[in-house]
Nanobody, 127 residues
Framework: QVQLVEYGGGLVQSGASLTLACQPS???????????MGWFRQAPGKEREFVAA????????YYADSVKGRFTIYRDAAENAVSLQMNSLNPEDTAVYYC?????????????????WGQGTQVTVSS
């Protein structure tokens, strides 16, 4: 089964930066121009929430209000990869971060519209 694989999680102090990367585990996994790639996160005891997404066709980017101005999503069409640069991290950013593919190309913040998910990578921010 094709999966997405996330890299780059870890333990950092408040105020630090971290970059997460996501690539498919199989070269047969293709991100088409009609797709969206997104990042979600889930903190302990909380529901999964949208973080950021990018249109593969237009490179238009979308962010949750809680991360706007601190996080940046990048696409790398040549490498079939997406990354999430996270700056000014704070303890509220502590969560498991997941990347996912939305083949519908719409409703970027709705996790139920994403069809393929990674296993997640833990990000822990200490105060």
């Amino acid at each position: 089964q094709v999966q997405l694989v996330e890299y780059g999680g870890g333990l950092v102090q408040s105020g630090a930066s971290l970059t997460l990367a996501c690539q498919p585990s199989d070269r047969a996994f293709v991100i088409y121009s009609s797709h969206l790639m997104g990042w979600f996160r889930q903190a302990p005891g909380k529901e999964r929430e949208f973080v950021a997404a990018v249109s593969w066709r237009s490179n238009k980017k979308y962010y949750a209000d809680s991360v706007k101005g601190r996080f940046t999503i990048y696409r790398d069409a040549a490498e079939n990869a997406v990354s999430l640069q996270m700056n000014s991290l704070n303890p509220e950013d502590t969560a498991v971060y997941y990347c996912a593919r939305n083949v519908h190309g719409s409703m970027y913040s709705d996790g139920s519209k994403y069809d393929d998910w990674g296993q997640g990578t833990q990000v822990t921010v200490s105060s």
